[in-house]
């Protein structure tokens, strides 16, 4: 069973970067859809970046597309979401979720969720 442990989250000013990262504990030759999300307190579960491990797909948000970047280390079972420019608005805890499938960027999709690290964006 694939374990995802998030690191890499904390506090940052904005317009500061922060690099997330998503170790897993085995990526199997399957094609993975991995993704980032992040859930502010009263919202849905929003996804932010997603990539499949093995196709290379990407997809970002509106939200995020031109600051973040998402990329993968299977050698390192690891995924990572490089965030620049943060805003205040960008302040929540981040989830790790993977797919032994290509499925869309959606939570509900994932059936492998990560605990979460938080990210805060002070002004």
């Known amino acids: 069973e694939v374990e995802l442990v998030e690191s890499g989250g904390g506090l940052v000013q904005a317009g500061g970067s922060l690099r997330l990262s998503c170790a897993a504990s085995v990526f199997t030759t399957d094609d993975y859809t991995v993704g980032w999300f992040r859930q502010a307190p009263g919202k849905e579960r929003e996804g932010v970046s997603c990539?499949?491990?093995?196709?290379?797909?990407?997809y970002y948000s509106d939200s995020v597309k031109g600051r973040f970047t998402i990329s993968s280390d299977l050698a390192k079972n690891t995924v990572y979401l490089q965030m620049n420019s943060l805003k205040p608005e960008d302040t929540t805890v981040y989830y790790c979720d993977a797919d032994p499938r290509i499925v869309p960027c959606k939570h509900e999709y994932l059936v492998i969720w990560g605990l979460g690290s938080l990210v805060t964006v002070s002004s």
């Open positions: 990539l499949t491990t093995r196709s290379g797909h990407t």
